[in-house]
């Protein structure tokens, strides 16, 4: 039965149409490889141009928030001439 088995492997390794299918196999799963490496770096590159204009946006809200907090100290740390009369009138 080993024989068979032994022979039929070896006349399927040898046939000419089960070699085309194997070469043409592994070339199409090399260039399916290729495709999804390149769509994971496209991906990768978008997805880092997102994670640039995110990290800007905030950074820009940040110094926005800064600047507000900082106007605001200095009109607190400067008495307003109108305060008495501003309390007054509350």
């Known amino acids: 039965m080993r024989l068979i088995g032994l ?3 070896r006349d399927v390794l040898r046939s000419r149409r089960f070699q085309e299918r194997v070469i043409l196999a592994v070339i199409v799963a090399k260039a399916l490889r290729q495709v999804n490496q ?12 997102w994670d640039k204009r995110q990290i ?10 800064s600047r ?23």
């Not at 994971?40 to 141009?49: I, K």
């Not at 800007?56 to 928030?65: N, P």
């Not at 605001?72 to 309390?87: E, H």
């Open 7 to 9: 022979a039929v492997v």
């Open 68 to 90: 507000a907090v900082k106007g605001t100290r200095q009109m607190a740390s400067r008495p307003s001439k109108d305060l008495p009369q501003k309390m007054r009138e509350a």
């Open 38 to 49: 390149q769509g994971r770096a496209s991906t990768m590159a978008r997805l880092a141009a």
């Open 56 to 65: 800007h946006s905030l950074e820009a809200k940040a110094e926005k928030q």
